[in-house]
């Protein structure tokens, strides 16, 4: 059974900085483009920031670029973003996604929370 568990969220200060993660099971993860979404209410999902299947390509919008850095573990099975400077325009819900295009495959996590409120 494929799963993709995020963890991480939570409420955070402006300013302050959260590190979210997403666990991988039941498929070969380092097969996969691992990103990370979200989306505000009424608003649609964009993406944040991504990372090719061995980490040599990270690609991020352009909104968190120099704040967050999204990076990978394979061995555990996990891929990471560290959110710093975070700021009251970052709370959504995050998203992780794994997808491979070459075997036509794409899976979601549930989401987790992110709240930037002083």
């Known amino acids: 059974q494929v799963q993709l568990v995020e963890s991480g969220g939570g409420l955070v200060q402006p300013g302050g900085s959260l590190r979210l993660s997403c666990a991988g099971s039941g498929f070969r993860f380092s097969n996969y483009v691992m990103s990370w979404y979200r989306q505000a209410p009424g608003k649609e999902r964009e993406l944040v920031a991504s990372?090719?299947?061995?980490?040599?390509?990270?690609n991020y919008a352009d909104s968190v670029k120099g704040r967050f850095t999204i990076s990978r573990d394979n061995a555990k099975i996990t891929v990471y973003l560290q959110m710093n400077s975070l700021k009251p325009e970052d709370t959504s819900v995050y998203y992780c996604?794994?997808?491979?295009?070459?075997?036509?495959?794409?899976?979601w996590g549930q989401g987790t929370q992110v709240t930037v409120s002083s």
């Open positions: 996604k794994a997808e491979s295009r070459i075997l036509s495959s794409l899976f």
């Open positions: 990372i090719t299947n061995a980490g040599s390509i990270r």
